[in-house]
């Protein structure tokens, strides 16, 4: 089995635990490939009883080789088919991801509703969000605290379903490909650039960062910060979003190039205007 179809079927387990229509293509290239499969697999059929003559020894032996010889064959020639059957059903089945990442928005939304509602009974400091820490003297902590935990838990057993689905199509790739997997960064704008903006979005990476082993403050702080646009992305939109960290970035070495501050504009406009 090639990694393809393995991540394909994969993709195909995550999208039936969602509970997703599997598409009838997919199903559909998936029979012809097992039917490729089985038939490359089919087993030797068990030889005949030996019979008492040496004449009925003769036309036993004929006719099992002859049954042998077309069994061989036979898988033979569908493994000629196997290629192109593998290729079908992955294909069918990245056509498929999209739709099966549309399908996860709305749970994915509620959840992170679930969060953002019990932040705002959680403390402001993310160091006391943790359960080695937490008050949990004071019942309105506890109560905003187990419900954001219930709710961060299905949220990361969903982005892990969402990887699944999305390694068929050649998965995220990039730096922090966690994190715009599930959050955008704005769109650098010549204003914001010029406005050093850069320096408030870049802390969000690096507390995204920081807050890896604490999964409840983590998600705290996601829905708290005003940012980064929270949405579940396909493999192609991960892509673009880091691509947005560079653009800031080289925005403003650009803005710092121009010397004046008309220069600088002009160089960043030109540099979004290349990039967009």
Known sequence: MTAAVSHALVAITAAERRKLPVPNAVLETAAVRGAVFQTIQQPDPERP???????????????????????????????????????????????????????LQKEFATLVGVVAKAAEKLPESLDLIDP???????????????????????????????????????????????????AALPEP?????????????????????ELKQQPVARWVYLVRQGELALSLATPGEVRQRSIQVERWREAGLHAMAGHTRTGGQHAVQTYLASTA
Do not use: C
């Open 189 to 209: 704008t010549t204003e914001r650039v010029m406005a050093k903006d850069w320096k408030q979005l870049s802390p969000t990476l690096t507390q995204w960062r």
């Open 132 to 182: 080695r820490r937490m008050n949990w003297a004071n019942p309105s902590h506890m109560a905003a605290y187990t419900k954001a935990e219930g709710a961060v838990v299905q949220l990361e057993q969903l982005v892990a379903d969402r990887a699944d689905i999305v390694k068929v199509a050649g998965g995220d790739g990039g730096k922090d490909n966690a994190l715009f997997a599930v």
């Open 49 to 103: 009883a030996l019979p008492d003559t040496a004449a009925g020894v003769e036309e036993a032996i004929r006719d099992y080789a002859a049954t042998l010889h077309t069994l061989d064959l036979t898988r033979r020639a569908a493994s000629r088919f196997q290629e192109e059957a593998d290729a079908r059903f992955v294909q069918a089945v990245k056509a498929a991801v999209p739709d099966w990442i549309a399908g």
